[in-house]
Nanobody, 122 residues
Framework: QVQLVESGGGLVQAGGSLRLSCAASGRTFSSYVMGWFRQAPGKEREFVAAISWRGGPTSYADSVKGRFTISRDNAKNTVYLQMNSLKPEDTAVYYC???????????????WGQGTKVTVSS
């Protein structure tokens, strides 16, 4: 069992930056691929970024490539999402999730946090 708690969301102007954090419980954090997803009002939850077990290969949605960076610190059981050059269309609730397999499909993620809201004003 893994429990995930996101933090770091808030209101920011377009062009600004935010850093999201996701703290995981349990001793098996490094056994999981970690992902970030987001859900805007009226839209489906979509993949943002993922990072492999030991912080090696990463994957990004085209919409955030070059602006967002995912990283993890297995010693702290934490995964991060650094978001730069934010746009109003990045406004959403951001969720972190854990999966046993390397995947960008939300259905393959076993554990989810409660989400943290990011609002980007124009």
């Amino acid at each position: 069992q893994v429990q995930l708690v996101e933090s770091g969301g808030g209101l920011v102007q377009a062009g600004g930056s935010l850093r999201l954090s996701c703290a995981a419980s349990g001793r098996t954090f490094s056994s999981y691929v970690m992902g970030w997803f987001r859900q805007a009002p009226g839209k489906e939850r979509e993949f943002v970024a993922a990072i492999s077990w030991r912080g090696g290969p990463t994957s990004y949605a085209d919409s955030v490539k070059g602006r967002f960076t995912i990283s993890r610190d297995n010693a702290k059981n934490t995964v991060y999402l650094q978001m730069n050059s934010l746009k109003p269309e990045d406004t959403a609730v951001y969720y972190c999730a854990a999966s046993r397999v390397a995947t960008t499909r939300k259905g393959d993620y076993d554990y989810w946090g409660q989400g943290t809201k990011v609002t980007v004003s124009s």
